[in-house]
């Protein structure tokens, strides 16, 4: 053998376990062999070819030809915007165990191209237990790979669950207030803004059957609610009515496998891992129920496959009290048998899911213990010999002897037993439903009811509003003519010469309302007459205005809103100055009875004695001489009077 001939048989042993790492959104299986990643892709398998040639170089430098190469010669994917961890090509599994085969690496990578995904590492955990050595930290780092920093809470996981093992009983009327409720339900409203959470009882049930905000948010797949209200209070281990908390309610829904988002769900809600129903019932119970259901098979798969991967990979590295190893797992949840006995074995048996079998084997469930009827999972008829070939017995358990199949009567009576159940279970759920459905139908006619009452009222209302509109625009309008109507009063009359200190003369008060096209029109037609018996004013009452506005003579006339402040300016006007004039006909007739007393006195006589001709004769005297004795007027009033008598 040459020097630098690689010699196989001194080949460093690969790691019996890959490990899963994530770039971004992209999760792959790596596995070492002489200092050589090779990445294999979980979502399709393919495998990168790029790092298979480096592996090559290493492992057999003497071989010739270039795999790399050779695998851009078929079906092949080149990735270059990427992590660097992630770049080169990508060939199909199979392809890549050919083009291996055929450079002879096949042997070295026998555990990347059989990793089947989570259980395997699960399968390898099922071999340790907490009696066992720690691993070395290089075998630990293989087995949980690095993950993000999970945010952990330990509000509800430092008080101990009075109701352990099963879920804490919903809050009581006295516990949660109507306006809790009322805005834990408004989270789920469409295109709801973000609410105010202060204040408000968070595990507060917001429907009948005591679920709470947080169980409809982990039914819903909504991550981000989950997470609030986890971080305000929400209370993990709370179930509804039936004992079942926000996880087990999860996997009796599609969301979380639509979203993708159920290693998500765990990170906030793992506490409720080991939690059971008022059934005794844990989330693996639940999920080997629902895969029965018709559509539900993949979700099932999917939600037992993530819940086995977080328990590998998150479970041992949480914060002290609130780790889930392995160990654990298969002791207080894989094992742990319902009120009927059954484990979730004995149900994914009855029900017939091969793969949730395989899966529930593989993380050491029991096949041979058996329910209250005395019916083991053996006797559905699983293969359990193959499950065992393909996983190490613990060291800590010890082999159970096979025992014989029970009869066919019993297994049917088992099933028999199994179905009714399962058809009471959904019977009862079913009544429950019609039964809220039956509640929501008047509530649903009364708010229909005040709905429409309530846009009458918007329409009522939106024609008032309009309404009002309206007239404030007529407002504005006859306040710009108001304004523009007294600017003119106020330019016209400029030039009349007329002055409260100066002013000698008459003064026409109409003529700041006249409109001169009518008056001259109507002088016009006077005149026309020539008959000087008609007077102005029974001409004026005779004119017909539809046949006057038509005349030709007349000039354009101002609007009608002019014309129409104006009538209304002179007739406030007029009213006010026949008031002045009542008033100073009143005070002149209290001045002359002041008059006649005076001039009573003077001559001897009484009030009533003196007339208008006497006043008149007593001015016409005074008037001749301007500095009259009052023994003359005294001398004139009595020969007046005399004259008179």
């Known amino acids: ?81 990427a992590p660097d961890q992630l770049k080169g090509v990508w060939v199909s599994i199979e392809r890549a165990e050919s083009l291996c085969k055929e450079y002879d690496i096949y042997g070295v990578l026998t555990p990347l191209f059989n990793y089947k995904g989570p259980k395997d590492l699960a399968r390898t955990m099922s071999t340790l237990t907490e009696a066992d050595e720690p691993a070395s930290p290089t075998k630990k780092a293989k087995i949980a790979p690095e993950l993000p920093t999970l945010q952990t809470f330990d509000h509800d996981t430092r008080v101990p669950n009075p109701n352990a093992p099963h879920a804490l009983a919903p809050l009581g009327d006295d516990e949660a207030d109507e306006k809790s409720k009322v805005v834990l339900s408004s989270l789920f409203l469409p295109n709801q803004k973000e609410l105010s959470l202060e204040a408000v009882a968070i595990d507060a049930p917001i429907d009948d059957n005591g679920q709470t905000a947080l169980h409809l948010a982990a039914t819903l797949g909504r991550i981000s609610l989950v997470k609030e209200l986890v971080s305000r209070g929400a209370n993990r281990l709370r179930g509804d009515n039936d004992g079942q908390t ?19 769900l765990l990170d906030y809600l793992y506490p409720a891992i080991t939690v059971l129903d008022h059934k005794g019932r844990s989330v693996l119970h639940h999920i080997a129920y629902t895969c029965g259901r018709k559509g539900r098979n993949e979700a099932c798969n999917y939600y037992l496959e993530t819940l086995l991967e977080w328990v590998v990979k998150r479970g041992p590295h949480l914060p ?16 742990i048998p319902d009120r009927n006995g059954d484990t979730c074995l004995n149900i994914a048996a009855m029900v017939g899911n091969k793969q949730i079998i395989q899966q529930l084997l593989e993380v050491g469930a029991d096949p041979n213990k058996a329910n209250k009827a005395g019916v083991k999972p053996v006797d559905c008829g699983i293969d359990v010999a193959s499950a065992r070939t ?51 139908h008047p509530k649903l006619r009364e708010k229909t009811y005040k709905l429409s009452e309530k846009r009458k009222q918007f329409e009522e209302l939106d024609k008032l509003v309009r309404k009002i509109g309206d007239y404030k625009t007529k407002i504005i309008n006859l306040n710009n003519a108001i304004r523009e109507e007294e600017q003119r009063f106020v330019e016209e009359t400029k030039e009349l010469p007329v002055n409260s200190q100066t002013f000698d003369g008459d003064f026409d008060a109409d003529e700041p309302f006249t409109v001169w096209s009518v008056y001259n029109e109507v002088e016009r037609r006077l005149q026309e007459t020539k008959d000087p018996a008609t007077s102005v004013a029974d001409f004026i009452s005779e004119l017909d205005p539809a046949t006057l506005l038509a005349s030709e003579q007349l000039e354009d006339l101002p609007p009608a ?21 009542k008033s100073r006909r009143s005070s002149s007739q209290e001045l002359e009875q002041q008059f006649k007393r005076v001039i009573g006195l003077c001559i001897g006589s009484s009030v009533d004695e003196i007339d208008e001709k006497l006043l008149s004769s007593l001015l016409l005297s005074v008037e001749n001489d301007p500095d009259p004795e009052i023994g003359q007027i005294k001398k004139v009033l009595s020969i007046v009077n005399e004259i008179d008598k």
């Open 1 to 81: 053998m040459e020097p630098n001939e690689p010699k196989i048989m001194e080949l460093a042993s690969p790691d019996p376990v890959p490990r899963l790492a994530a770039f971004g959104d992209v999760t792959v299986v790596e596995f070492d062999v002489e200092g050589c990643t090779v990445m294999r892709r979980t979502q399709d398998s393919w495998v990168n070819a790029t790092q298979l040639a480096r592996l090559v170089s290493v492992v057999r430098p003497k071989i010739s030809g270039s795999i790399e190469a050779q695998a851009k010669q078929g079906a092949h994917e080149i990735v270059q915007d």
């Open 320 to 335: 002290p009290g609130q780790k889930v190893s392995l160990t654990s797992f298969m002791q207080e949840v894989v094992n």
């Open 561 to 581: 809103v002019i014309l129409e402040a104006r009538i209304n300016a002179y007739t406030k006007n007029n009213a006010m100055l026949i008031e002045r004039t």
């Open 246 to 264: 926000a996880l087990i309610r999860a996997v009796h829904a599609t969301n979380c496998l639509e979203h993708s988002c159920f290693d998500q």
């Open 390 to 440: 393909r996983l190490p017995q613990p060291a800590t358990v010890q082999s159970v002897p096979e025992t014989p199949k029970l009869s066919s009567m019993k297994i049917l009576e088992s099933l028999q037993t199994f179905v009714s159940q399962l058809g009471r279970d959904f019977r009862e759920e079913l009544e429950s439903k019609t039964r809220q459905v039956d509640e929501i």
